[in-house]
C-alpha cells in the first residue's frame, strides 16, 4: 500500500516545486531565480577581476574577500539545492553545468590551502549561458543542438584533417631546416615546424623568416597552400550543418536536469523519465 500521507505529499511537493524553481523557466518564480542567478554571478566574476588588480586590491581588500565569500556560500547553497530536488543527482553532477556549478565555488575553499587559486573563480563566466534557457531563446538552443550534432559527425573527418596537416607541417618544417639552416633562424627541426604552422595558419608573427630565395618562395607556397587549408574544415561542418534539423525545448527533465530536448519529446534523452 503506497504511502498517501500529507507528510510525503508535503515533500514531494516541495521538492518539485524547488525544481520548478531552479531549473525551468517557464514559470515567474523559475524566471526570477535565473535572473538573479545571472546577476549573481556577473557580480562574482567582476569581484575576482577587482582582485586582481593591485591598486584596488591594496585599498578594498576586506570588502573583496568578504564579497568573494558571499558569493561562495550562495553558489554552494544553489549546487546543494540541485542535488536535492533531482531523483537522479549523479546525472547533474556529471554533465557540463554540474561541473561548471562545482568549478564555481571550489577554488575558493582551495584558496585557504593554495593561495592565488581564487582567481580560477572567472570560470563562474560559463555559467552565464543559463541566459538562453532564461529567456526562453529556443531558437538559439535549437541552433546550439544543430551545430553540436554537425561537430559530432564531423569529427572523424576533422581528425584525418588535422592528422593531414600535422604530417604536411613536419614535412615543410624538416624542408625548410635543410633550405635555411642555423644561420638563418632556423636552429631545429621543431623550430622550423613551429614556423610552418605559424605561416600556414596565416598568423606570420615574423619572428622567424627565411632568407634565401628558395626558402622564400617555398614560404611562399606554405601561404597560399594555408588558404586552401582553412577552407578544408569549414566545408566539412558545413555538409553536416545543411544535415542536422533538430528543435529543442526549454524543458528541463525532473529526475536528472538535463536539457536542450527536441520540441515534441515526450522522454528525457538521457534517463528516459518521462518530462
Known sequence: MSDTSPENNTK??????LHEIIFEADTPAGKRFD????????LSVIVVMLESIASIREIYSYELHFAEWVFTALFTAEYILRIICLRKPLRYVTSFFGVVDLLAVIPTYLSLLLPGT???????????????????LAQFLSEARVLTTALRASRHKIT????TVLTLVVILGSLMYLIEGEDNGFTSIPRSIYWAVVTLTTVGYGDISPQT???QFLASLV????YAILAVPTGIVSVELARADTQVSTQCCRSCGSESH???????RICAEPL
Open 12 to 17: 514531494i511537493d516541495w521538492r518539485d516545486r
Open 35 to 42: 535572473i538573479f542567478l545571472i546577476v549573481a554571478i556577473v
Open 118 to 136: 581564487q582567481y580560477l573563480l572567472a570560470i563562474r563566466i560559463l555559467r552565464i549561458l543559463r541566459v538562453f534557457r532564461v529567456l526562453k
Open 160 to 163: 584525418v584533417f588535422l592528422f
Open 213 to 215: 630565395p628558395v626558402g
Open 223 to 226: 601561404m597560399i597552400l594555408g
Open 262 to 268: 527536441r520540441h515534441d519529446a515526450v522522454y528525457c
